[in-house]
């Protein structure tokens, strides 16, 4: 059994019932990668440590929405924080499981070809294309 979804991993599902509570953890998890600017972030941590200052120069986005993305990804594990000085430093929290994510789904979205396309959710197109990029990197 896996320990995340409660019996779903490699090695297929189980034949007991999901764990309702590893389940939840898993989709606050993946709600970190539900996001292009999140993507992004991630991206820019993948070459490095960043403070909010550098990635909002890099982004082009506002520092409030740069240091929301940065909650919601320090909430679901993916990043991680220590103080410099005056500043915070952001970096990944699981390098090598953050990339064999973006691995798979880019594996996925080949699979299911313009599946994602009809996604009910606008920017599954965005996330698609942009997770594709990350991984080539």
Sequence with gaps: N?????????AGPASSPLDEA???????LFR????????????????????VRDLTEHLGLAQSTVSEHLRCLL?????QVRAQGRSSVYSLAAEAGIRDVLVAAEELLAATGD????????EAEQVAVFASRVVSQ
């Design 22 to 28: 590893a389940l939840a953890s898993a989709a606050v």
């Design 115 to 122: 599946a994602v396309q009809l996604c009910p959710r606008g």
């Design 32 to 51: 970190g990668f539900a996001d292009v600017s999140r993507l992004a972030i991630l991206a820019h941590l993948m070459l490095g440590e960043h403070r």
């Design 2 to 10: 896996h320990p995340r979804t409660g019996g779903v991993g490699p």
């Design 75 to 79: 909430s679901c594990g993916l990043v």
